[in-house]
């Protein structure tokens, strides 16, 4: 509760630390939290990336992956929980660079690009994330429910978060405006979810880049390898 009073009461006391980053390996990072479960569920993960090429730094991106992490940890955790076995979760990362933005798929839950565009502003630069199940979805007794604490969907039958109060959406939606952003779902019950967002981007320096890409380099000639095992795998879609 700590974090929601920070993020909620106080904005002295909300400290933001950005730094360099690739989002292929942040993500990677969440996926490797959540592995266990996914492989339990047999669920199939699919990532692709979108719209770096209008980036000029490709892959290295600024911000506070810290707080991005968090947010996108609450989402695929909440889709894992959600989805039956042998199901399917899709993440899409959109890197939108003012106007200039490469369009997202449709997926069984359809967003209209209308709804994924309203998210930003023309004169900035985002990373959007888009997180699809198809699990159980909501009800929409419950939709309006989401975002508020203790607003939390159960399901009493399958027994799937009894213990839940919401928390995270909750902190999940303030970190997201923290960052300049907005957090919104699409979700039919009985086909799925989809939750999406966008978080702010800073233009990073020349030396920032120069010395993330050399401590990169030396990671993976520790680790014997030059690249993560994530592909731009478009096709599918």
Sequence with gaps: MLDYSVLRENDNKFVKTPSVFCPKKALEQIVEI????INFKDIKLEINFFGFENSSNGMVLKSDVRRLQQVLLNLVSNAVK???????IQIFVRYV???EREKIPQTHIEISEN???????????YLQLVVVDNGRGIQDKDKKKLFKLFGSVKDEQMKI??????LGLVISKLIVEKFGGKIDYLSEFGKGSAFFFTFGLEQPDPKEIEEFTRIEEQKNEVAGT???AFEEDKSSN
């Design 34 to 37: 959540l592995e266990d479960k």
């Design 82 to 88: 959600f989805t039956n076995d042998n199901g399917l």
């Design 97 to 99: 660079n003012g106007g």
């Design 115 to 125: 709804v994924l565009g309203s998210q930003f502003e023309d004169d900035k630069s």
């Design 161 to 166: 978060n009894l213990q839940g109060i919401g």
């Design 226 to 228: 030059g690249e993560i």
